[in-house]
């Protein structure tokens, strides 16, 4: 099992960057892929990208593609999530997420940080 803590959120400016870390306690967590989603306000929530447990192969969503850029420590145990040119409509609640490398959600997640871009 593997407990997830997110940080990083804020709010910035259109075009802005943000740096959002996920740090996992257990000593599986290498063993873990591992992804990010986020929530919009009355939307669901949606895949923005994974990383595999050796932090070789990387997915995202189309929407954040040459963007964002996922990655993670496991040494430090902590997965990042580094936006740049981030949009308004980037706006939403960012989870982390522990056990799949697909669009499907793992089992395990954190309690989500908040990112607000302002146009």
């Known amino acids: 099992q593997v407990q997830l803590v997110e940080s990083g959120g804020g709010l910035v400016q259109a075009g802005g960057s943000l740096r959002l870390s996920c740090a996992a306690s257990g000593r599986t967590f290498s063993t873990y892929a591992m992804a990010w989603f986020r929530q919009a306000p009355g939307k669901e929530r949606e895949f923005v990208a994974a990383?595999?447990?050796?932090?070789?192969?990387?997915s995202y969503a189309d929407s954040v593609k040459g963007r964002f850029t996922i990655s993670r420590d496991n040494f430090k145990n902590t997965m990042y999530l580094e936006m740049n040119s981030l949009k308004p409509e980037d706006t939403a609640v960012y989870y982390c997420n522990a056990g799949s490398f697909t669009t499907v959600a793992g089992a395990y997640w954190g309690q989500g940080t908040q990112v607000t871009v302002s146009s």
């Open positions: 990383i595999n447990w050796q932090g070789i192969t990387r």
